[in-house]
């Protein structure tokens, strides 16, 4: 599968149809609600790391008091496959959500993906009302 591929797999499976993901850093956890898919045309373009013609992920993401907030990023292909992964998983065991926790280790890029019993009655974890769209 090509990396648009994955990218368009994960944001159709990510948001909507009642299965959310939760990303955590520093204390402060966000629900994701909605995930576009850019491709990076110019050098105006926020995220200076990747080349033009390369796609990124806009997503907004809300926190338990209703505050949006937009995630400019790109995500490894091994990321998505593990995500995309652990939610089967996760919704075969009977769980709705995946909590998204940054290794907080000195100079580390890696996440850690928890579902289940662990994560269930956590206050930051609640979803928002609105509908849920992605974008691509």
């Known amino acids: 599968m090509n990396n648009l591929s994955l990218m368009k797999d ?4 990510f ?3 009642d299965f959310y993901l939760i990303i955590k850093s520093d204390n ?8 576009e898919i850019i491709q990076k045309t110019d050098n105006t373009c926020q995220l200076k790391d990747i080349p033009i013609g390369e796609y990124f ?10 505050k949006q ?3 400019l990023c790109t995500w490894s292909e091994q990321l998505l496959q593990n995500l995309l992964t652990q ?3 996760a919704k075969e065991a009977g769980y709705n959500k995946i909590t998204m926790i940054k290794d907080t280790r ?15 009655n956590s206050r930051t974890d609640k979803a928002p009302k609105t509908q849920l769209t992605y974008i691509y």
């Open 28 to 35: 402060i956890g966000v629900i994701v609600h909605t995930i």
């Open 87 to 89: 939610r089967l998983r």
């Open 10 to 13: 994960f944001a159709s499976t």
């Open 57 to 66: 992920f806009r997503i907004l993401a809300v926190d338990v008091n209703n």
């Open 69 to 71: 907030a937009y995630i």
């Open 106 to 120: 000195e100079n580390s890029n890696d996440w850690i993906l928890t579902w289940g019993d662990v994560a269930i």
């Open 15 to 17: 948001v909507g149809d």
